[in-house]
């Protein structure tokens, strides 16, 4: 469990910040409102195959370090510590 710890204003803070928690969301909604969301992620959408390959290539890296396993440059992974 997570420690919190107690500012000088006697707020939690950390995972329990509730107050930036509440901001985050208040400037989520108002942007979701204010912006044409859909055609924003058709932007960011991968420009070519190439780059679609990369980015699958990087999530598939990052969901094998999350279960503790390592990836090579060449994406073959094997189990063991986690390299920093």
Do not use: C, W
């Not at 995972?15 to 924003?40: K, L, P, Q, W």
């Not at 420009?47 to 060449?74: D, F, I, M, N, Q």
């Amino acid at each position: 469990m997570a420690k919190k710890k107690m500012s000088r204003s006697g707020r939690v803070q950390g995972e329990g910040d509730y107050e930036a928690g509440r901001r985050f969301n208040e400037a989520s909604n108002r942007f979701v409102a204010t912006h044409d969301v859909a055609s924003i992620g058709r932007r960011a959408a991968p420009g070519s195959p190439e780059e679609s390959a990369e980015l699958k290539r990087a999530e598939a890296a990052g969901k094998a370090r999350a279960k503790g396993k390592t990836v090579s440059a060449r994406g073959a992974r094997r189990s063991g510590p986690r390299s920093r």
